[in-house]
């Protein structure tokens, strides 16, 4: 049985339209959204998507999974998804419309609201409008259903889509459900704070500059750099010299402007984005509900929007602050789980390097120990600034970063930065030979590969523009590493679901920000839980090095991570 759910507004976040089911002979049944929450037939509802309840299909199932979860009806039978089928077939689309989708790959257009007409789909009399326009697109799911199907069985996807993608819907529809809770009186504080800083900071920029002036306004702040105060623009763009933070970093210290302007727009970013931003998106349960969204990025990553959760900063203290908000249901307090370095235990266990692996499985700093090897001295003998160094270039390979990157990430010359890639390289050999050859397979094929399956098309390797090419290669080397990470984490919030509900457990998945993952738990049941979320992400693949995690409880996300 296929579906297709209208929305008055945006999918799963505003008032259900209705919802259209079909079955095999193409019959369509219309349910009106007014009667669609109705406790008979929620009922229905809850009947075909239990255990043993019908197959379903649709595209883009998420957000009505989402709307009966709300409802307290958890979907086991959703079989497909064509709108995750395509993704996976072609990551790198990034359009996944239904009717795109149904003419390329089964020569048919959806029937117009005037009837169908020879070689679109027919509804067998169902009525005009929206109910029409649903029972199209259910239909439509169904004559997908195969051809995506074949599609995945010729690139051996079908098992990345059967046991990871297709059973993570429901999860992230049950997350997004439950939602997030935040101390609306903490977030406010915080608000307020910042936009003291932001008044207090504005009105030491005007000092600075020697009078007032709009301060986040571009053309203004052009005046007041380079022709009050005269100092050299850095770059210039259509509309004028830039005044973007890198063209401000290079100003650093030619005037104590400089340093106030880029200390106003971290704080001014932190009030809009997450202090005025965060408090817009609580819901009246006190909750925030985001959306987490499986078809965006080409590695495999998941992402998330209204609001973007997994952009809380991290790199301040003022930043962390925010993770004070986030806290647990009355009754239970939240555990956080993460995993330990992952992507580079990942590059040790693609590149089979015998030095990395060894550091991992002596249980070091790993950091220390990378350092040591790449400046030649002893763990005892690594400097801060040495540690930083390794750490940034481990880090750095995981997204393809060369030269250039490193020496702007370091402050330091290229030249620089190059000898300490040659020393990491010569340290350990193997990731460059396994940086080499993934790109050497990639440019073979055309795509990459994750020990899932997971594809990634990169056309860019065959541009005869070199700065294109090079900007491929960035991308072959990122996507195996960032997509295995990533796979891994999908697994492992399945398999976190899967032992929740296998328990009967009341402790609940909420939040998961990049390889983080957020539940609530009742304090009583704390090591039961921690337990079986150390079992579930400890046991999402074998390694050649531990998969190791970092967990912690606390009433907020802050004092988890203390």
């Not at 400097?383 to 402050?411: F, N, P």
């Not at 990049?514 to 693949?541: K, Q, Y």
Request: glycine letters at 8%; proline letters at 3%.
């Amino acid at each position: 049985m296929t579906f297709a759910a209208l929305w008055d507004g945006d999918a799963g976040r505003s008032p259900l339209a209705g919802v259209a089911f079909a079955g095999d002979n193409d019959g369509v049944v219309w349910i009106h959204g007014a009667i669609a929450g109705s406790s008979e037939v929620l009922a229905e509802l809850a009947r075909l998507s239990s255990d043993g309840g019908a197959p379903l299909a649709a595209h883009g199932a998420k957000p009505l999974l989402r709307w009966l979860a709300e409802r307290g009806i958890d979907v086991h039978t959703l079989v497909h998804d064509t709108e995750l089928a395509a993704y996976l077939v072609d990551p790198a689309d990034g359009q996944y419309a239904l009717d795109d989708l149904l003419e390329r790959y089964a020569g048919l257009a959806l029937a117009a609201e005037s009837g169908p007409a020879a070689g679109q789909l027919d509804l067998d009399g169902t009525s005009a409008g929206r109910a029409d326009s649903a029972g199209a697109e259910a239909v439509a799911v169904g004559r997908l259903v195969g051809p995506l199907g074949a599609a995945m069985q010729a690139r051996n996807l079908l098992a990345l889509y059967t046991d990871m993608e297709i059973p993570l819907v429901r999860v992230l529809a049950n997350m997004e459900a439950l939602g997030v809770g935040v101390d609306r009186k903490v977030l406010s504080e915080l608000n307020t704070t910042l936009s003291a800083q932001c008044d207090a900071l504005t009105r030491e920029i005007h000092e600075a500059a020697g009078g007032e002036f709009n301060v986040n306004s571009t053309p203004q702040l052009r005046e007041v750099l380079f022709d009050r105060l005269g100092l050299a623009p850095q770059r210039k763009t259509k509309t004028g010299y830039s005044t973007d933070a890198a063209s401000l970093e290079k100003l650093v210290g030619e005037h104590p402007v400089i340093e106030l302007l880029l200390r106003y727009r971290e704080v001014e970013k932190l009030r809009s984005t997450y202090g005025t931003g965060l408090l817009a998106e609580v819901a009246d349960d006190g909750r925030i509900h985001a959306t987490f969204t499986q078809t965006v990025a080409r590695t495999g990553r998941l992402s998330s929007e209204h609001p973007n959760l997994h952009n809380i900063p991290v790199r301040t203290e003022l930043g962390r602050s925010f993770r004070s908000a986030f806290v647990a249901a009355d009754g239970f307090e939240l555990l956080v789980a993460d995993y330990n370095q992952i992507e580079l235990r990942v590059i040790a266990h693609l590149a089979e390097d015998p030095g990395l692996i060894a550091a991992f499985e002596s249980g070091t700093d790993i950091h220390t120990t990378t350092a040591a090897r790449v400046f030649g001295v002893d763990d005892a003998d690594v400097t801060h600034a040495q540690r930083s160094q390794a750490k940034m270039v481990s880090y750095g390979l995981a997204y393809g970063m060369e030269a250039y990157g490193l020496a702007q990430r370091l402050g330091i010359a290229n030249g620089e930065a190059q000898q300490i890639l040659d020393a990491y390289f010569e340290a350990f050999p193997s990731v460059h030979a396994y940086m080499d050859a993934t790109v050497a397979e990639a440019r073979e094929r055309g795509y990459t590969e994750t020990l899932f399956g997971r594809r990634r098309q990169i056309p860019e390797l065959a541009s005869p523009n070199a700065r294109i090419r090079q900007a491929g290669e960035r991308q072959a080397m990122n996507a195996g590493i960032q997509g295995l990470a990533a796979d891994i984490f999908k697994v492992a919030l399945v398999r976190i679901d899967r032992a929740l509900t296998a328990s009967n457990s009341t402790s609940r998945l909420i939040l998961q920000v990049h390889d983080e993952v957020l539940l609530e738990i009742e304090p009583d049941g704390r090591d039961e839980a921690v337990a079986l979320v150390l079992e579930a992400m400890t046991g999402a693949f074998d390694l050649r090095v531990p998969l190791e995690v970092n967990l912690a409880t606390g009433r907020s996300w802050a004092d988890a991570k203390a």
